[in-house]
Each structure stands twice: as C-alpha cells, then as structure tokens.
C-alpha cells in the first residue's frame, strides 16, 4: 500500500487479558516507531526499529510491554495484562530519513 | 532531557485571520525541527520542518523558522481558513535514529 497501516483500528479488551497491535511500514523504510496517543501524557514515543539493530527500547513504559519487528518489516506491539492507564491511541511511523509517516492508529480502550 | 513546550490552546479564530502557535524547545546538540498536523479523524501528517539554524520551513501557507538564539519554531500563516482547524504538533529529533518529542498539541479552530 501506499501508506503505513496499522490494525485493528479499535481494540476494546478487559482489564489483565494481552493485546497485539500490528502495524505495516512502507515498503523500503528501514526505521519503525511504535508512539502513544493519550489525554493526559499527549504523545510519547515508546519504541525503534533500525534495520537489523537492537530495538530502542527505552520509551516502553514497562515490562508489560514488547515489540518486535520480523523480517524488517511488520511490527507486532504486544501488551500483556492489560491495564486501563494503557488506554490510548497507539500509533505507528516508517521513515527512511528524517521525516517520519505516521499510520491512522490503533484505539485501545481496556474497561 | 529533550522537551518541547507549545502554546496551550484551544486557539478558536475567524477565516482569514493571522494564525500564531508559539514552540520552544530544550535539547542537548543541534536538534531537527518539526510540525506535525492532525486534521479531524485522520493520522499525523507532516507540515513543515527545518534541519538547522535560520531554516525555514513552509507548506500550505504556513511558514516557521528555526531559532537557534531564543530555542523557538514558531509556526504562522497569514490567512487562516476553515480547513486549517486541526491539532497542530510541534517535534524534535536530536540524534540520528530521528525518535520524535512532541509538544502537547494545539487545537485550532476557524470559523466561517
């Protein structure tokens, strides 16, 4: 496709079950970016893909959270026991230089 | 740490009025600058951004420059319209992996 895309576009779960979120970079950037979307922290970054580089991890706010990006390409956020602060618009970008493209988002609301 | 502080809105103004949205930025190096959009329902887009010192950024009538004395990209346009009402973003990325920092957001919204 022509865009960065990402699924589902909503997820509704309970409080402690897991959620995946995947997201489909352009074809040909090498960098991934996993962001949160949320009313009261605003944007936060939470994690980077680089080719075949040790992920940055150091925005994940905690060891609930993963990422993984398989074959340089598709990424799965995974968060396990889920909790309602996680609520939040996640979003994912690709760049192959500075300017990063973002995709529409997957809206998480844990009840 | 690297922050960036933007102008708190809601900003509600009349079509064809002068548009303003204050960033400054705090940062170890030599940071890129950008400005992020989001118009209602849809994702980030990029607006306009400036690599080093003095650079200005432009796209869709909207115009900022990079500070580097008063640590500010101020994002401006001299004739609003009703289509420009979105969530506007200011960014930094200091390193070259280009990881994002964002303000808080602004909304803006233009009436007819």
């Known amino acids: 496709g022509a865009g960065v895309s990402q699924s589902p576009s909503n997820k509704v779960t309970e409080k402690g079950k897991d959620v995946e979120l995947r997201c489909d970079p352009i074809?040909?950037?090498?960098?991934l970016y996993w962001y949160r979307q949320s009313l009261g922290q605003g944007l936060e970054f939470l994690i980077y893909f680089q080719g075949n580089s040790a992920p940055d991890k150091s925005g994940l706010p905690s060891d609930r959270f993963s990422a993984e990006r398989t074959g340089g390409s598709v990424s799965t956020l995974t968060i396990q026991r889920t909790q309602q602060e996680d609520s939040a618009v996640y979003l994912c970008?690709?760049?192959?230089?500075?300017?990063?493209?973002f995709g529409p988002g997957t809206r998480l609301t844990v009840l | 740490g690297d922050s960036v502080t933007q102008m708190e809105g809601p900003v509600t103004l009349s079509e064809e009025a002068f548009l303003t949205i204050n960033c400054t930025y705090t940062a170890t190096g030599y940071p890129s600058l950008f400005w992020y959009v989001q118009y209602p329902g849809e994702g980030l887009q990029l607006l306009l951004k400036a690599t080093k010192a003095d650079d200005k950024g432009s796209n869709k009538g909207f115009e900022a420059t990079y500070r580097k004395e008063t640590t500010s990209f101020h994002l401006e346009k001299g004739s609003v319209q009703v289509s420009d009402s979105a969530v506007y973003f200011c960014?930094?990325?200091?390193?070259?992996?280009?990881?994002?920092?964002f303000g808080a957001g602004t909304t803006v919204t233009v009436r007819a």
């Open positions: 074809s040909g950037h090498t960098a």
């Open positions: 960014a930094l990325s200091v390193s070259n992996d280009y990881k994002l920092s």
């Open positions: 970008a690709s760049s192959r230089g500075a300017t990063q493209y």
